[in-house]
């Protein structure tokens, strides 16, 4: 339980001082401006601290306190905690740094701790993290004064973490919780996230992270968390998993950040690339307007409804088509020379009467409304936004440009109607919010076929041939192949494969064949011979040649969320185009299907009135994603997979455990 931590009735401040400029005045201070329980200051070297009676440690202190809130220096942190278990304290938050994050000393101090934690049942919020805030109390050396509302913000940056207080203040949004995580030694991202879930002051969970403590707690909670409460993600550490040497292209192109972004659409989150999306985000998450995918434009220059459509078919939405009922109607607000259409173009001598008219015609129909005004000598921002609010909860969103545009935003800010100062961030905003994928909770129950477990027993990788073996054990077509050890047996063996057939060489560990001049394409019955001796390899693989669109389907074990599934074009470009979608597994046949469509892998294969088997491809990527979990697979790529009219075909299979 998190009661103590997040709803305490009593806080020590263990570290406090009488010095204003130091960390420990600064918590107590913001603790005692906004808490009406009890507040107990710990120090050994005074008496009282801005009127409060000191403490020299908690010991002292004879009354039940169910916080301790720690700032002082990491080496005395230990002891700290010693006394919080002697008096049963139930939360600790650890302020202090110089933990794991830091050194050596630091990681066992930080284990020293967390033992003694776990003894006694106190949950710890940090080490090195800035504080959190409630509805009932600021315990951070942030700012003092912080406006309530309905966003949580957490963050394990403790910057980052001030950078979002600093946003939430300026644009009045308010905040229910602040959390900064810190070290996440206990309390970690999930926990914070279940609990907010179930927060009655709480809309929605913005939160950057940089990393996660438990892929599988993630996975498995998340949904649920979910399907209570948005959560908005930004996520700092742009760094590569499985840096050191990789035996695959999966090793090589599979980042953290992708998986995780795969992660987060799993459990139907929202993944935001940078902090301008999430703060823009904000704005329509927290309002009070329906918004989806189907989109109208009013405004009074045609350069911006330009700009605006645009934007929309960037994105990927619907631009509506006008009823012809709403068009009559229109014809008596808009000027003569005006047609009535999406954009409404109002004209440059618009006024707040022809937009409140144009308003009340369009303000039933089933999208969202995107009013635009660029402030001139006829109409300013504030006369626009002051129409807009008229019609508050018919799905509007502003978009003020010119000298107000500012005190406009405020104005629909203060009755939860989203404003922009740009079309382009409005209408991203709303594909992020309307693109929100279903929480889906992941089963991972490994069921391995009694013949792919003896083909991969004790071995660190397959041969290729055994690769194959194991495709059609779970159903995966492979083009006809043999192998050959000498001249005559690839003479005597390759017409059973049927010309013209491929040769490669075909080695013990995986490597990509091509790279090393190990291939040779449209062989014929009277050059086998001289092909294998081309190869100069103890050993070839022989394979029909079939032609059709080149996929890469890739598997990984990542080292936070397990098993993940890249689905791409493939060939020998396919580390440069780089068109891939990830997905956590197992996969499902619909999210197999959604991962082509997210790489362009379905364009390739219905384009130019292609006939190839989509089916058969779906099919292929969720059988992989379970294989991949049966076997303990650490990295797979099959590249390629060839798909034409008769099916999907793995070709090239290189596969590490």
């Not at 409460?229 to 700092?236: E, N, S, V, Y």
Request: proline content about 4%.
């Amino acid at each position: 339980m998190l009661e103590q931590l997040f709803k305490p009735k009593s806080i020590a401040v263990v570290g406090a001082s009488s010095d204003s400029l130091k960390v420990g005045n600064i918590i107590l201070r913001n603790i005692t401006s906004s808490f009406s329980g009890k507040v107990y200051p710990v120090n050994n070297k005074t008496a009282s601290i801005d009127g409060l009676t000191a403490y020299k440690s908690l010991i002292d202190i004879k009354e039940s306190v169910d916080l301790v809130v720690i700032v002082v220096p990491r080496d005395a942190v230990p002891g700290v905690m010693k006394d919080a278990a002697t008096i049963k304290a139930g939360a600790a938050v650890i302020i202090t740094s110089g933990f794991k994050e830091t050194d050596q000393h630091g990681a066992e101090l930080e284990d020293q701790i967390m033992a003694i934690a776990k003894e006694s049942g106190i949950r710890v919020l940090g080490p090195n993290t800035i504080g959190l805030i409630t509805p009932d109390v600021n315990a951070t050396f942030a700012f003092a004064d912080v406006k309530r509302g309905k966003a949580a913000l957490v963050a394990q940056s403790g910057g980052l973490g001030v950078y979002m207080l600093n946003w939430a203040q300026e644009s009045n949004v308010g905040i229910s919780y602040f959390i900064s995580l810190g070290n996440q030694a206990d309390v970690d991202e999930t926990d914070a996230f279940q609990f907010l879930s179930t927060d009655v002051e709480t809309r929605a969970i913005f939160s950057y992270v940089e990393g996660v403590s438990s892929g599988q707690k993630f996975l498995s909670t998340l949904p649920d968390v979910i399907k209570r409460k948005p959560i908005i993600f930004l996520k700092g550490g742009m760094g590569k998993t499985g840096a050191a040497a990789v035996k695959t292209h999966t090793g090589s192109v599979a980042g953290s950040m992708d998986i995780f972004r795969a992660a987060v659409r799993t459990v139907g989150g929202i993944f935001v690339d940078n902090i301008e999306d999430m703060l823009n985000l904000a704005k329509i998450v927290l309002s009070s307007e329906p918004v989806s995918s189907d989109i109208l434009i009013i405004t009074n220059s045609g350069g911006h409804g330009v700009l605006t459509t645009d934007a929309i078919d960037k994105e990927g939405l619907n631009e509506i088509e006008l009823p012809e009922r709403v068009k009559h109607d229109l014809l008596s607000v808009m000027p003569e020379q005006s047609t009535p259409r999406n954009p409404i173009d109002l004209s440059g001598d618009a006024n707040y009467d022809r937009y409140n008219k144009a308003m009340g015609i369009i303000k039933d129909l089933d999208c969202t409304k995107i009013v635009i005004v660029q402030s001139l000598p006829m109409v300013s921002c504030s006369d626009v936004a002051k129409s807009i609010v008229n019609y508050r909860g018919k799905g509007v969103i502003g978009v003020t440009m010119g000298l107000d545009q500012n005190a406009a935003s405020k104005l629909l800010d203060s009755v939860s109607i989203p404003a922009f100062i740009f079309p382009e961030d409005a209408v991203r905003s709303i594909k992020y919010m309307v693109e929100r994928p279903n929480p889906v909770k992941k089963i991972r129950t490994a069921e391995p076929i009694n013949q792919a477990r003896e083909l991969v027993k004790g071995k660190n990788y397959i041969k290729d041939f055994e690769a194959m073996q194991l495709m059609e054990i779970y159903g995966i077509r492979t083009p006809a192949y043999a192998i050959a050890e000498n001249a005559k047996e690839a003479v005597e063996k390759s017409t059973a494969v049927g010309y013209p057939l491929v040769m490669k060489i075909s080695p013990d560990t995986p490597v990509h064949k091509t790279d090393v001049k190990g291939v040779i394409m449209n062989v014929e019955k009277d050059t086998v011979e001289s092909s294998f001796t081309e190869l100069n390899y103890p050993r070839t693989i022989m394979q029909a040649q079939i032609s059709g669109a080149e996929i890469f389907v890739g598997g990984i074990k990542d080292p936070v969320f397990g098993p993940a599934i890249v689905v791409g074009i493939g060939g020998i470009y396919m580390e440069v185009i780089k068109s891939l979608s990830y997905g956590i597994c197992p996969v499902s046949e619909d999210e197999a299907y959604q991962m082509m469509k997210d790489s362009k892998v379905l364009g390739m294969l219905t384009s130019r009135n292609r006939d190839y088997d989509i089916n058969s491809t779906v099919r292929a990527i969720s059988k992989l994603s379970n294989m991949l979990i049966d076997l303990d697979i650490k990295e797979m790529d099959i590249n390629p997979l060839i798909v034409n009219e008769k099916g999907a075909f793995a070709v090239d299979v290189r596969i590490v455990l």
